[in-house]
């Protein structure tokens, strides 16, 4: 089993439509989850971040984590064309930058918003 | 601020070359690292840095180099280049304490044939 796993897509939303995008881990010592947005040819840009189970809104996104249940999602309402992009969930186990703080992410999946 | 540099933006080369990938960074960030982003395989770790002088393995280092020397800079050198090797490559970098807050560079797409 990997250590994250992210639904593939990809996915073709209308625009308005709220989007939900979903990943899953296995490694309970992960405690800060991110959501990163890449745009076709560039790199990734952090869009989302978090370290504590619930919700956490900004604008018309919100991520929402479950450690519980080892499940995180980031939700887009009022979805927009500009939207459209790759989403990469990431994790980590701590939040200093040593030897074991390497990001674990998701294989990313491709939203597309049609106007 | 420029925040993370990469050259070349594209680079073809034939099997067997060798060249270096540069990375630069001006956030004065401790940790830097290498990642390739091929499809369907997501991003995946190549080597990486925790400061000047120091340097470990990622996921994928087979046929990668990385010296690190000074703060800013963490280049990468395919040593014989092969055509598994072609893939976007992107150079990233944290702060001290700054946890998944990561930025990246633009990439660089390159083509081994």
């Known amino acids: 089993q990997k250590e994250v796993e992210q639904d593939p897509g990809p996915l073709s939303v209308p625009e308005g439509a709220i989007v939900s995008l979903n990943c899953t881990y296995s490694n309970s010592a992960f405690q800060y989850f991110m959501w990163y947005r890449q745009y076709s040819r560039k790199g990734p840009e952090l869009l989302m971040y978090t370290y504590s189970s619930g919700n956490k809104e900004d604008g018309r996104f919100t991520a929402q984590v479950d450690k519980s249940s080892k499940y995180i999602s980031l939700f887009i309402r009022d979805s927009q064309p500009s939207d459209s992009a790759t989403y990469l969930c990431a994790m980590t186990t701590t939040v200093y930058t040593g030897a074991n703080s390497k990001l674990t992410f998701g294989k990313g999946i491709t939203l597309s918003v049609r106007p | 601020n420029a925040g993370v540099t990469q050259t070349p933006k594209f680079q073809v080369l034939k099997t067997g070359q060798s060249m270096t990938l540069q990375c630069a960074q001006d956030m004065n960030h401790e940790y830097m690292s290498w990642y390739r982003q091929d499809p369907g395989m997501g991003l995946r770790l190549i080597h990486y840095?925790?400061?000047?002088?120091?340097?470990d393995q990622g996921e994928v280092p087979n046929g990668y180099n990385v010296s690190r020397s000074t703060t800013e800079d963490f280049p990468l050198r395919l040593l014989s280049a092969a055509p598994s090797q072609t893939s976007v490559y992107f150079c990233a970098t944290r702060g001290r304490g700054a946890g998944g807050e990561q930025y990246f560079g633009p990439g660089t797409r390159l083509t081994v044939t």
């Open positions: 840095s925790v400061g000047a002088g120091i340097t």
